[in-house]
């Protein structure tokens, strides 16, 4: 079974900025499209970004593609989620999701139904 593991998160000042990472152990994450969403306190989860199998493919919701980066290393198994010029309303839990049967960003991708592997999450506080 897949399973998804975030890292990355923490506190970080208004302006700041991090790299998150989503791995997974056992398995390859080679062949799956992979999603980013986050969700903050009393919101519904809202659709970050997205990265098709060959990492050639990329896109981003219009709340954050000015400041967002999504990219994968295949030798390390792993996606990223850069996010820059932090804002105080970026402060969420950020989840790594993925299609494992699928390689490409579909239309829907900012819905959360299209995903059915979700990890743990890995909180993002950003206050001065």
């Known amino acids: 079974q897949l399973q998804l593991v975030e890292s990355g998160g923490g506190l970080v000042e208004p302006g700041g900025s991090l790299r998150l990472s989503c791995t997974t152990t056992?398995?390859?994450?080679?062949?799956?499209?992979i999603g980013w969403f986050r969700q903050a306190p009393g919101k519904e989860r809202e659709g970050v970004s997205c990265i098709n199998s060959s990492g050639r493919s990329t896109r981003y919701a219009d709340s954050v593609k000015d400041r967002v980066t999504t990219s994968r290393d295949k030798a390390k198994n792993t996606v990223y989620l850069q996010i820059d010029s932090l804002k105080p309303e970026d402060t969420a839990v950020y989840y790594c999701?993925?299609?494992?049967?699928?390689?490409?960003?579909?239309?829907?991708?900012?819905?959360?139904?299209?995903?059915?592997?979700w990890g743990q999450g890995t909180q993002v506080t950003v206050s001065s």
């Open positions: 056992g398995f390859t994450l080679d062949f799956a499209v």
């Open positions: 999701v993925a299609n494992p049967i699928e390689s490409s960003c579909s239309v829907n991708w900012a819905y959360s139904y299209r995903w059915d592997t």
